[in-house]
């Protein structure tokens, strides 16, 4: 006699929490998180950015103590980002190759004080020194020049790996620039330097915040979308991953995050290499507003989207909620 109702019941592994937890795929812990921190001028200075709910920006000084508290909670690495001063700024954003710049500074400080307890992850691409707020230098119609705008970003690359960066992330999208900087590297002697690139990074309308936050938002003309790619393109991406692995990347990034997570696992399908996600400050913002209004609890979807990131086959993930996720996951 054959049972009216089946022998296969999915719902069976998920009736205790000791199955679910038992029969879980993958799960995110502090360890795949990156915290991007934004860097200001002064000492002691803690300025909100007011797009981004819950996030400022800090002086040097207390830079180094978010650093400590990311290392307590068990988080891996820092992406640091600099709000250049105005009267930095400049057409060929000449600030990016200054070694006592705030990025510079920022970088020794937290390794002078944290040693390889955390890793530092430092952003190639001028926009946060340019007076256009564009990541290359541009020409008389404002369109950004490949080939020049490389020889600075090398230049941006050494500066930091001379300070200590462990990670240098180009994320200007300019064609050819993670070989030029690798070869830069490995001349200088920073052959343990790695290179994560933002290989498949999108002219997203998600980074509008970000950009209040390094001061660039209200300076950019116009749009990134001759270097940055097409939100309509898969294929693309992978080209773009697959030419930055051949050029000698450690490790690739999408970016965005969630509206993204079939490229991420498309890349990780098609390459099987380390694939980072960027959740980025639009996306922070979105969910904060969620909370704001009522519409669900911070630390579930945090921890759900966070989740996500891994079950696409990402290796880890920036985002801005990485000290409040790892506490919540517990060091
Ligand atoms: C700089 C850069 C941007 C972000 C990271 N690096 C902004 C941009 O490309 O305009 C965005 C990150 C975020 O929105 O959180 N090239």
């Not at 022998?7 to 915290?35: K, N, Q």
Request: overall charge negative.
């Amino acid at each position: 006699m054959t049972s009216a109702f089946p022998h296969l019941r999915l719902r069976r592994t998920r009736a205790t929490g000791w199955s679910r937890a038992l029969h879980r795929e993958v799960e995110i812990t502090p360890a795949d998180l990156i915290w991007p921190l934004f860097v200001t001028e002064g000492t002691g200075v803690e300025s909100p950015v007011s797009s981004l709910p819950g996030v400022s920006r800090w002086s040097v000084d207390r830079i180094v103590e978010q650093a400590k508290l990311a290392v307590a909670a068990g988080i891996p690495a820092l992406a640091l980002f600099p709000n250049t001063q105005a009267e930095r700024l400049s057409e060929d954003g000449r600030e990016a190759l200054n070694p006592d710049n705030l990025m510079c500074r920022a970088i020794r400080a937290v390794k002078d004080a944290c040693g390889d307890d955390i890793g530092l992850l430092t952003d190639v691409a001028l926009d946060p020194y340019t007076s256009h707020g564009q990541d290359g230098l541009v020409d008389e119609e404002g369109y950004v020049v490949n080939d020049p705008t490389i020889e600075v970003l090398v230049g941006q690359s050494l500066n930091q790996a001379n300070a200590g960066a462990d990670i240098i992330a180009p994320s200007d999208m300019m064609d050819g620039r993670v070989a030029a900087i690798r070869s830069a590297l490995e001349d200088a002697g920073h052959q343990n330097v790695q290179i994560m690139s933002y290989a498949a990074k999108y002219a997203s309308a998600f980074y509008g915040p970000f950009r209040e936050a390094v001061g660039s938002g209200g300076l950019l003309k116009g749009n990134k979308k001759t270097y940055q790619m097409d939100p309509g393109n898969a294929e693309e991406a992978l080209r773009e991953v697959e030419l930055d692995l051949a050029e000698g990347a450690d490790s690739v990034m999408v970016k965005p995050g969630l509206p993204y997570l079939d490229i991420a696992l498309r890349v990780k399908q098609a390459f099987g290499v380390p694939v980072f996600a960027y959740q980025v400050s639009g996306e922070y913002a979105m969910i904060e507003a969620a909370v704001a209004a009522g519409a669900g609890d911070r630390d579930r979807m945090v921890l759900e989207t966070l989740t996500a990131f891994k079950r696409a086959g990402c290796s880890g993930v920036l985002t801005y909620h990485a000290l409040h996720a790892a506490r919540l996951l517990g060091a």
